[in-house]
């Protein structure tokens, strides 16, 4: 599809720019501006007092107040004189004049009068004007609300812009490239900045539709504006994926609906499905004979935009053998493998036209009588007659279920042993082994025993020792587990000894033992 090219977008919006719209007003209007003080209008009195007046009355609104502010630099000499300065204001049509004594602001090197007009326009025959600067305004308001000196925007003079840019959906703009297409110079030809002071294209959707972004320059503090709308187009119409020709048993015969079911739709823009699918010509629903049919689908965009496609449909017999039968079997590796031909029993399989009378081959066999732990993918093949097929696969867990063997080492007591051990049995056995370890105990002797009518009830007893070590006294026990659950051959006696030096003279030794 033909997408819109820079050039294009560059010719759309010179055509834009040729029908800006002013928004000036004409003559005896209120200015475009906040300023009513048009300077033009002034004629200095030959009588070289430093006042001006004006030759064309302003324009006012009744009973607004207004405030004029005049910089030092556009007093002149007049500010030596303030007390003396005023200003007068006379009223049309009624000619009621008043004077009006300039207030000093000192600190920010201005003055200011305030005044509330009764009627609809003025004229001042009196205004102080010794100009080394042009820095005055006449604004509605009062004198807190000065925001700054502003020059009178002549009634012709164009404050508002517009323009439109029409954008592709597919070839979306940043606010920057945007911005690139619009210029603004100042009245000697320098290039101005431009401000984006909103935008409900970049930061929306940017879907098709209309969106304004709104663009200021400063000059002179004078602030113009253009406000451009970006108008979002989408020429893309749905996709409707070519499914080419579908293949369809005569015995197993799909529906309309079934069929669209699996169209895949698309759009650039919209949400689409095959719900949207419209059918403008059928000849394969009434269809009961094999046979070459078609089906013509339609679908549309919310842009109008529309796609169309025709599916041919060819109805044959290609239905092979049914099988059914598990996905996946599970052995352990303890169990007899199972053979070829178990494998194939585990199946029903049957043709819609040769019944039973299928050929039955395996396509991947992976497994092969294996013992090992693992998965082992098999995949079962049937024919019929025409040589239709059909496949199933099948997985062999073998599984790993033998269990761990212990084995000892001379330290770990057998059960018959440490069940016929007495307390004297107990310390020899005791000493033997703290001596294998390289640690020579004397003057062994048991300081109090828990297990000691407790060989049948399970929990934890400790047997408390008292020895010589290096000519120092010690304790020491000896934990005796009882635990009647445990079977006689996966109980395990455990010793654990330690230096007294490492674990603080504490030596614990550990014998399990069944009730």
């Given at each position: 599809?033909?997408?819109?090219?820079?050039?294009?977008?560059?010719?759309?919006?010179?055509?834009?720019?040729?029908?800006?719209?002013?928004?000036?007003?004409?003559?005896?209007?209120?200015?475009?501006?906040?300023?009513?003080?048009?300077?033009?209008?002034?004629?200095?009195?030959?009588?070289?007092?430093?006042?001006?007046?004006?030759?064309?009355?302003?324009?006012?609104?009744?009973?607004?107040?207004?405030?004029?502010?005049?910089?030092?630099?556009?007093?002149?000499?007049?500010?030596?004189?303030?007390?003396?300065?005023?200003?007068?204001?006379?009223?049309?049509?009624?000619?009621?004049?008043?004077?009006?004594?300039?207030?000093?602001?000192?600190?920010?090197?201005?003055?200011?009068?305030?005044?509330?007009?009764?009627?609809?326009?003025?004229?001042?025959?009196?205004?102080?004007?010794?100009?080394?600067?042009?820095?005055?305004?006449?604004?509605?308001?009062?004198?807190?609300?000065?925001?700054?000196?502003?020059?009178?925007?002549?009634?012709?003079?164009?404050?508002?812009?517009?323009?439109?840019?029409?954008?592709?959906?597919?070839?979306?703009?940043?606010?920057?490239?945007?911005?690139?297409?619009?210029?603004?110079?100042?009245?000697?030809?320098?290039?101005?900045?431009?401000?984006?002071?909103?935008?409900?294209?970049?930061?929306?959707?940017?879907?098709?539709?209309?969106?304004?972004?709104?663009?200021?320059?400063?000059?002179?503090?004078?602030?113009?504006?253009?406000?451009?709308?970006?108008?979002?187009?989408?020429?893309?119409?749905?996709?409707?994926?070519?499914?080419?020709?579908?293949?369809?048993?005569?015995?197993?015969?799909?529906?309309?609906?079934?069929?669209?079911?699996?169209?895949?739709?698309?759009?650039?823009?919209?949400?689409?499905?095959?719900?949207?699918?419209?059918?403008?010509?059928?000849?394969?629903?009434?269809?009961?004979?094999?046979?070459?049919?078609?089906?013509?689908?339609?679908?549309?965009?919310?842009?109008d935009n529309l796609a169309l496609i025709i599916i041919p449909?060819?109805?044959?017999?290609?239905?092979?053998?049914?099988?059914?039968?598990?996905?996946?079997?599970?052995?352990?590796?303890?169990?007899?493998?199972?053979?070829?031909?178990?494998?194939?029993?585990?199946?029903?399989?049957?043709?819609?036209?040769?019944?039973?009378?299928?050929?039955?081959?395996?396509?991947?066999?992976?497994?092969?009588?294996?013992?090992?732990?693992?998965?082992?993918?098999?995949?079962?093949?049937?024919?019929?007659?025409?040589?239709?097929?059909?496949?199933?696969?099948?997985?062999?867990?073998?599984?790993?279920?033998?269990?761990?063997?212990?084995?000892?080492?001379?330290?770990?007591?057998?059960?018959?042993?440490?069940?016929?051990?007495?307390?004297?049995?107990i310390i020899d056995w005791f000493v033997t082994h703290t001596?294998?370890?390289?640690?020579?105990?004397?003057?062994?002797?048991?300081?109090?025993?828990?297990?000691?009518?407790?060989?049948?009830?399970?929990?934890?007893?400790?047997?408390?020792?008292?020895?010589?070590?290096?000519?120092?006294?010690?304790?020491?026990?000896?934990?005796?587990?009882?635990?009647?659950?445990?079977?006689?051959?996966?109980?395990?006696?455990?010793?654990?000894?330690?230096?007294?030096?490492?674990?603080?003279?504490?030596?614990?030794?550990?014998?399990?033992?069944?009730?």
């Amino acid at each position: 599809m033909k997408k819109f090219t820079v050039s294009i977008l560059f010719l759309f919006i010179f055509i834009c720019f040729q029908g800006l719209i002013s928004q000036a007003g004409t003559a005896n209007e209120f200015p475009i501006g906040k300023n009513y003080l048009d300077l033009s209008n002034f004629i200095m009195k030959s009588d070289s007092s430093g006042y001006a007046f004006t030759i064309e009355p302003i324009m006012v609104k009744p009973n607004q107040a207004y405030t004029i502010v005049f910089a030092y630099g556009f007093l002149g000499q007049h500010i030596d004189h303030f007390g003396d300065i005023y200003t007068e204001i006379e009223e049309l049509p009624s000619h009621s004049t008043h004077q009006y004594i300039l207030t000093d602001d000192y600190p920010n090197q201005r003055a200011y009068i305030e005044f509330t007009p009764i009627t609809s326009s003025i004229l001042i025959n009196e205004l102080p004007m010794l100009p080394m600067s042009y820095d005055a305004i006449m604004y509605e308001g009062a004198y807190q609300n000065f925001s700054g000196y502003e020059p009178f925007i002549p009634y012709e003079e164009q404050i508002i812009y517009e323009g439109v840019l029409p954008i592709d959906y597919d070839e979306p703009m940043t606010a920057t490239e945007i911005k690139s297409f619009l210029h603004a110079y100042d009245p000697y030809g320098y290039e101005l900045n431009i401000s984006l002071e909103s935008d409900s294209y970049s930061n929306g959707p940017m879907l098709p539709g209309s969106y304004e972004m709104i663009f200021n320059t400063t000059f002179n503090q004078i602030v113009k504006q253009y406000i451009l709308e970006v108008k979002v187009f989408d020429q893309s119409p749905p996709i409707i994926v070519n499914p080419g020709t579908l293949s369809i048993p005569l015995s197993q015969k799909s529906t309309l609906e079934e069929i669209k079911q699996q169209i895949e739709v698309s759009d650039n823009v919209d949400t689409l499905t095959y719900a949207d699918l419209v059918t403008i010509e059928d000849t394969y629903s009434a269809a009961n004979t094999v046979g070459l049919y078609s089906i013509t689908l339609q679908v549309t965009d919310s842009s109008d935009n529309l796609a169309l496609i025709i599916i041919p449909i060819e109805l044959i017999d290609i239905t092979g053998p049914t099988i059914t039968g598990p996905n996946e079997v599970f052995l352990y590796t303890t169990d007899q493998p199972i053979s070829d031909q178990e494998i194939k029993d585990y199946f029903t399989i049957i043709d819609d036209v040769d019944g039973t009378n299928v050929i039955v081959e395996f396509s991947v066999n992976n497994y092969h009588q294996t013992q090992s732990p693992g998965v082992y993918r098999v995949t079962i093949k049937a024919f019929d007659s025409q040589m239709n097929y059909r496949t199933k696969n099948l997985d062999i867990h073998v599984i790993e279920n033998r269990g761990p063997v212990f084995t000892t080492d001379e330290i770990i007591l057998s059960l018959p042993a440490a069940q016929s051990m007495s307390e004297e049995e107990i310390i020899d056995w005791f000493v033997t082994h703290t001596l294998a370890m390289g640690i020579n105990v004397e003057n062994v002797s048991i300081l109090f025993n828990e297990y000691d009518s407790h060989e049948n009830q399970d929990g934890e007893y400790y047997v408390y020792l008292n020895y010589d070590m290096n000519g120092e006294s010690q304790q020491s026990r000896i934990m005796v587990s009882v635990d009647s659950e445990e079977s006689t051959n996966n109980w395990i006696k455990y010793l654990g000894i330690g230096s007294p030096l490492l674990i603080g003279g504490i030596i614990i030794f550990i014998i399990k033992k069944k009730k």
